[in-house]
């Protein structure tokens, strides 16, 4: 019970600083899950992350549930993901009553427009997780450039040239997944 | 003037083109977030068209607005648009049916997804094709943070900047708690960023 409750919390603390989707959840579920209560590993973090983007529906709904379910099954689930919803209850009926009586959202904007370059920050924050993980395998800096793990870095330019040529999440994900499974196996590997 | 006209463009009615009904209400969105893959900015388009287009349950530009409310507020911009969006249309109980409809679906699959994640991760050649997945992820985020920055770079705005460049020292090298952080900058916005430039 003790356990829901600090899931419903976390994720309710969650859901009420982060401003621009999906992404910019991710830092913060990050803080929450791994840095602060170690619900989690960064690499079943971003395990989660990646599945929660080939899964239909909203991608922080989609990482609440992943997560709240991997810590205490389907109440965890549950519990976080209406503790990720409940301030935006409040703050968006909040905000709509106020632009139906005003037409505007007064000082609250003031607010967004300072958290929003901060996002920016913590999503590139998360990045340098992401890329420490990927091709050292560390979570923390200083790394070995020496054991920098090559079919990784390929892996990333390759999928980089297909984003950049519109290729789908999706597609991309798979096959990038797919490019892992034989380089690995090429080179008899284990990542 | 500009005030006038939005006012007068709120009264304009919605002409409903279809009976309202809390059950088609909660198919429908429960149908959109159930196979839409790629979050809310994905979401919304589809959410717009169902609720305006075709069963003409909220007019164009009060959607359009409502829709701008669901991205600025804090949370996840699909429940948020369902929130606001299941008000208009069916008051409290609208939202509670809309929100229900948007978060069931990712609760059940995914739900069921993370069981067989503890089946499979520990798998090596599942471990090679999620290693292969995690690079890839890693890619398409980098990806976003480089838009995003270059987005705030272009507005040329000083504090923005600073806001960015703070924000990641406190968080990556100093280990600040983000919370704290974000309460920072949130004070600093309230105060010092409330002109429209800063949008």
């Known amino acids: 019970m003790e356990l829901l409750l600090e899931l419903f919390i976390s994720f309710a603390a969650v859901g009420l600083v982060c401003v621009g989707g999906g992404y910019a959840s991710m830092p913060l579920i990050q803080a929450e899950v791994i840095d602060k209560h170690g619900w989690l590993t960064l690499n079943e973090f971003i395990d989660i992350f990646t599945i929660s983007q080939m899964t239909p529906g909203p991608i922080g709904i989609n990482a609440a549930t992943f997560v709240g379910s991997k810590v205490a099954g389907i109440p965890g689930s549950i519990a976080a993901t209406t503790g990720f919803v409940f301030p935006s209850v409040i703050i968006v009926l909040s905000l709509g009553y106020l632009y139906y009586k005003y037409g505007n959202v007064g000082p609250i904007r003031g607010i967004l427009n300072g958290l929003r370059p901060a996002v920016v920050a913590l999503i590139a924050s998360a990045g340098v997780n992401f890329i420490l993980l990927a091709f050292w395998n560390k979570e923390k800096l200083p790394v070995d450039i020496g054991k920098t793990d090559m079919v990784a870095v390929l892996i990333f330019v390759l999928t980089w040239i297909a984003l950049k040529k519109k290729v789908g999440t999706i597609k991309l994900l798979a096959s990038s997944g797919v490019l892992g499974l034989i380089l690995y196996m090429a080179v008899g590997m284990r990542p | ?199």
């Open chain 2, 1 to 199: 003037m500009s005030d006038l006209r939005d006012a007068e463009k709120k009264l304009e009615k919605a002409v409903f083109k279809e009976e309202f009904s809390y059950w088609k209400l909660f198919i429908s969105t429960f149908m959109i977030s159930a196979f839409t893959v790629g979050g809310g900015f994905v979401i919304i388009p589809l959410l717009k068209s169902k609720f305006v287009d075709e069963y003409g349950w909220m007019n164009e530009n009060e959607s359009l607005d409502l829709v701008s409310i669901a991205q600025s507020a804090p949370g996840l911009v699909a429940a948020n648009a369902s929130i606001i969006m299941g008000y208009r249309m069916g008051g409290f109980r609208g939202t509670a049916v809309a929100l229900l409809a948007t978060i069931l679906p990712p609760l059940v699959t995914l739900t069921i997804i993370s069981y067989c994640y503890d089946a499979f991760a520990s798998n090596p050649y599942v471990r090679m094709f999620l290693k292969g997945m995690q690079c890839g992820v890693t890619a398409i985020l980098v990806n976003v943070v480089l838009d995003l920055v270059l987005k705030q770079w272009k507005k040329k705005l000083v504090l923005p900047l600073l806001i960015m460049a703070g924000t990641f020292a406190a968080s990556y090298f100093f280990k600040i708690n983000i919370m704290y952080i974000i309460l920072v900058d949130a004070v600093i916005g309230l105060f010092l960023m409330k002109e429209s430039k800063y949008d």
